[in-house]
């Protein structure tokens, strides 16, 4: 069911994530680097106090739960007015990127996780091993006038077969 592909590391070419910056790379290396994992898509809210960010186990409406894929990518900025366009931000400043986020990685110069599908093939990788969102969240249009701040979960690193799971 997983859709493989040949990793870049396989074929032998220099991998483009340890030899660029950022912003050098092109537009298919930036989309190459997005592993699927949906984080990127989830309810955040900020306490305008302590500037503490919370993370609910709500997705924009446009994420695909289940492949966890933006179902109109191309227009997202247009229908989600304040989608993150990665791109155009100042990626090690989001705080509220997991860890394992290939752009976060980049830009500090760390490589990519070994299940990343860039270097192991497989892009169904970072659902079995339970890095995505899959399996953990409801689009925010399954959950109308909800109270976002009710939402809010820790979310944890799964150490090896479980999560993120929320606590």
């Known amino acids: 069911m ?3 592909t040949m990793a870049i590391e396989s074929t032998g070419a220099e991998a483009f994530w340890r030899t ?7 537009e298919q ?27 609910t186990d709500v997705v924009c409406k446009l994420l ?6 933006c179902r109109d990518y191309p227009n997202r900025a247009a229908l989600v007015p304040d989608c993150v366009a990665m791109r155009e931000v100042v990626v ?3 705080r509220w ?4 986020c290939a752009y976060r990685r980049v830009a500090a110069g760390r490589d990519l996780p070994k299940w990343h599908y860039l270097r192991c093939g497989d892009r ?3 659902h079995t091993l339970h890095r995505s ?3 953990a969240v409801c689009s925010e249009d399954d959950v109308p006038g909800v109270d976002y701040e009710s939402r809010v979960v820790k979310w944890i690193e799964p150490g090896g077969s479980g999560g993120p799971w929320k606590l």
């Open 2 to 4: 997983g859709e493989r």
């Open 20 to 26: 660029k910056q950022l912003h050098e790379l092109d």
């Open 29 to 55: 290396e930036w989309e190459a680097l997005c592993d699927g994992c949906g984080q990127c898509c989830r309810v955040k809210l900020e306490d305008d106090d302590t500037g503490v960010i919370g993370v």
């Open 64 to 69: 695909d739960v289940s492949t966890c894929r």
């Open 92 to 94: 090690a400043k989001l």
């Open 97 to 100: 990127l997991p860890d394992t």
């Open 124 to 126: 169904e990788r970072v």
């Open 133 to 135: 969102v899959r399996g």
